[in-house]
């Protein structure tokens, strides 16, 4: 009799750990590689920053890094509304969020958010989202909390800003498995000065952090074949992880493709990124968004944007370009100690709890991707890129083409662990909630549910050794 219940008890386990991984204290990862200490393969910047993300990819010299420089001022200075005399400055608005890239992007990184009660900061933006996907018919897809002034004879109503917003948290409690406690943040939003009047009664009001700039022409030189090879809606493989990739328009092109930036994967290129950011967040319109952001009613918008149209508020090619350039080859911090033993443990824990099932470790770029110093490189950035349900703690009430409100887009890991040495302090997830590493795996739901389980019930040193890693690659 005993030895059929060793038996069955085998059994059990042995299908237990076939279906949870996370369980098989045998689990070894992959062999580690030389390689993971370069992220961004030959682009990989020389040193550690210590001051700023922003530097150029280590393997270009020469006019190219001027083309970069070059670049980095538009993303630098503030834009100016027109006209002005700094032709190859003015454009602003007339609605904007905010006046510079730098703005929101602070050192290449993330801005800093607002405490609880103040008025949201520049690097937190927000989308009006309905459940059908269409957007609000008084504000439009995004609120534009500020607006230029400007005397001219074709202007006679005031340019009238969109609204504010003020930011609250609630403080949520918790507990790990070995009893030792853990305190999350939840934001709540409030939205003030509404300058239209009121929005539409199922709009809902979405949060979106701007993420760090730093290997986006990496992910963009990353072959598409091989993230659809990681498409399976329907679980297939019976996991739990259903990668999904939205289907966006390529305004280039005018087909469909797989969105890959932003986090709900609205653009399907970094080019189209940094356009879209132009017109929504700086309201200058461009080579590839060449539409005003102004709805019909909001007429001061239309007069301003009407002045000497030909030439203002619009960016042309030539300061496009290289901005997009610099915005491509923005290099990659170097990993740290991951040979160290501590990262080590962390590193079996990552594979261990599955969390390499969205955040894929490594993709080798294609080797026609445009710019030749960006093709052909190993690279780890600790994504897939793809769509996730992550649960209805982080979830919002609207839909953005394919991706529903708990979907989220896989964000890259790489270098998140200099946030506090380059920016001075540290923002995690879509908005920013979690102000630790730590945290923003604590809110992970849905499909990453059962890695959160398993992360709160590993040990203190176990969960301590697994951040170390997160905060070395």
């Keep these: ?11 059990v386990m042995a299908l237990f750990a076939y279906f949870y991984p996370d369980f098989r204290e045998e689990y070894q990862p992959p062999e580690f590689s030389e390689y993971e200490m370069k992220p961004g393969g030959d682009t990989t910047a020389r040193r550690v920053p210590k001051r700023s993300f922003i530097e150029p990819i280590a393997n270009e010299n020469g006019m190219i890094l001027f083309d970069f ?5 538009f993303f630098r200075d503030p834009w100016v509304a027109a006209p002005s005399i700094t032709r190859d400055r003015d454009g602003l608005g007339p609605l904007y969020n905010a006046r510079s890239c730098k703005a929101c992007h602070n050192s290449g990184g993330r801005g800093k958010l607002a405490e609880s009660g103040e008025m949201a900061k520049m690097a937190l933006l927000f989308r009006f989202l309905k459940a059908d996907g269409s957007v609000d018919s008084m504000y439009g897809g995004q609120l534009q909390p500020f607006s230029v002034r400007l005397s001219h004879s074709k202007i006679q109503s005031p340019v009238i800003a969109e609204g504010n ?43 979106r952090y701007a993420p760090a700039i730093y290997g986006m022409g990496l992910l963009d030189a990353i072959d598409e074949a091989d993230l ?18 939205n289907r966006v328009l390529n305004v280039k092109t005018g087909e469909l493709a797989i969105g890959r930036f932003g986090f709900k994967g609205l653009h399907p290129t970094l080019e189209q990124q940094v356009a879209g950011a132009f017109v929504n967040d700086i309201g200058i319109t461009n080579p590839i968004f060449k539409q005003e952001n102004c709805l019909e009613h909001q007429v001061g918008c239309a007069q301003a944007a009407s002045v000497e149209s030909k030439t203002i508020f619009d960016i042309p090619q030539k300061l496009f370009a290289p901005t997009f350039y610099m915005s491509q080859t923005v290099t990659v911090p170097p ?14 824990h990552f594979y261990k709890l599955n969390c390499h099932s969205c955040h894929t470790p490594s993709y080798t770029t294609s080797k026609d991707y445009p710019v030749k110093t960006l093709a052909n490189q190993r690279i780890w950035p600790y994504t897939n890129l793809a769509l996730h349900d992550m649960g209805e ?18 964000p890259p890991l ?18 920013g909630r979690a102000r630790t590493i730590e945290e923003a795996v604590l809110w992970h739901g849905g499909e990453a549910g059962q890695s959160q389980q398993a992360f709160k019930a590993l040990s203190k040193s176990d969960r301590e050794s697994l ?5 070395q690659i």
């Design 1 to 11: 009799m005993k030895s059929v219940i060793s038996v069955l008890v085998i059994s």
């Design 69 to 73: 420089w070059d670049g980095f001022s």
């Design 165 to 207: 917003v003020t930011v609250h948290y609630e403080m949520l409690e918790g507990s790990y498995d070995d009893g030792s406690k853990y305190t999350l943040r939840k934001p709540r939003y409030e939205l003030a000065n509404l300058g239209y009047g009121p929005h539409d009664n199922d709009s809902f009001l979405s949060a």
């Design 228 to 245: 659809i090879a990681q498409e399976d809606r329907k679980d297939k493989d019976e996991n739990g992880i259903s990668a999904k990739y």
């Design 335 to 348: 990993a740290r100690k991951l040979q160290a033993k501590k990262a080590q443990l962390g590193r079996k």
């Design 393 to 410: 703690g982080l979830a919002d009430k609207g839909k953005e083409n394919e991706a529903l409100g708990s979907e989220w887009r896989t």
């Design 414 to 431: 790489w270098g998140i662990g200099l946030q506090k040495r380059i920016q001075g302090f540290e923002g995690y997830l879509h908005d």
């Design 467 to 471: 951040i170390y890693f997160l905060k």
